[in-house]
């Protein structure tokens, strides 16, 4: 498996491009669009038929309309909470970040627990409310997508419309049960492990 990481969007938002030997991947968080991936998509010739997403804020969905267009037939997953972000511009701030009105859909919807198969790789997905109503980790691995639920030292923000201090406490608690050697691939700022944030994050003890 390959995980290429790229900032797009106007605060950067670390997306990632996610493939394997079979040359099937899939996109995480696409905050704008960037030719940069687009070129190593048809470079490698990959076939990517999934954009998945850990939330709806606006700097993490600024990129899908372009990217469906050069992308002809990827569909986007999120989590069934998160409908109302993606849709409504009042709580996935797209005003504010992007400057611009943003209105999305996925084309489908996963519950806690859900599994899928892309290529080889088998994914999982962890509802871990808290930063948004439907916000989710994507497991795949030994490696955990995990948004802006937990940073390196740090949690998302809960100040948002639908955020909830209490929710991502517990969301960051389900998280560091996963193994010791899981590699954290937050939605911004630098890779951590569950065992590093077990010892280090602030927040473990709240």
Known sequence: MEIKHYETGPIFVNT??????????????????????????????????WILLTHGHG????GIEEFRQVLPGVQV?????????????????????NRRT????ADKYVKDGDEMTIGNMKIKFYHTPGHTPGGQVILVDKYCFCGDTVFRGSIGRTDFPGGDYDAIIRSLHRILELPG??????????????????ETNPFVNR
């Open 59 to 62: 700097d993490h969905i600024g």
């Open 16 to 49: 990632y491009l996610v493939y394997d030997e079979t040359n099937e991947g899939f996109i995480v968080d696409p905050g704008g669009f960037s030719e940069e991936l687009a070129d190593c998509i048809r470079e490698q010739g990959l076939h990517i038929g």
């Open 181 to 198: 050697d899981t590699v954290l691939l937050p939605g911004h700022m630098g890779t951590s492990t569950v065992q590093t944030e077990k």
């Open 102 to 105: 943003i209105t999305e859909h």
């Open 77 to 97: 997953l999120a989590h069934e909470d998160e409908k109302k972000v993606l849709e409504d511009p009042a709580f996935n701030s797209s005003r504010s970040i």
